[in-house]
């Protein structure tokens, strides 16, 4: 893989299932998690798509965005959508430009025949600055958006731990012995 932890993330331009052009501005929050996946409406897909729809209450209280981005054209991710009940953006990246400046599209083997596709992989973007926080590769959908969960409540609580102050409490009385 290309990209590496610390690295600035490439900047996108694609449509979502709307139409509408999204890039990495166009999300509210101070991060993003980009999940890389093979094909709309396969099962593996669907599985990790749904998993991250079911889990997007918690990834918004983190303050963070949740984006999938596979090839396809914009009608298939509305299809998809609107048949798995996903409530995340999808974005179209129909040339794989976009997955290939991550580093995720490339050769693949399947019942022993080789081709070319999306590796299935997570970033998680600091919107701040611009750079990966974090990378999963070779992603297995079961429970994918919950390992993701896991790591950014890990580096959000070493994050607090940094700034925690140590309070010291006054010393309670102690009985006198008689």
Known sequence: MALSIGRKAPKFLLQDKDGEKRS???FPTDKV???FYPKDDTPGCTLEAQEFTKALPK????GVSVVGISGGD????????LKHSIRIPLLSD???SVSESYGVYGEKTFMG???KGVIRSTFIVDLKTGL???IFESVKPEGHAEQVLAALGKKKSSVNSKKTRVVRHKKSPTKKKR
């Open 59 to 62: 990834f918004k209280k983190l």
């Open 94 to 96: 129909s040339d794989f």
């Open 33 to 35: 998690v980009l999940f």
């Open 74 to 81: 914009n009608r298939s991710k509305a299809k998809f959508c």
């Open 113 to 115: 025949r080789k081709y």
């Open 132 to 134: 990966i926080d974090q």
């Open 24 to 26: 990495l501005d166009s």
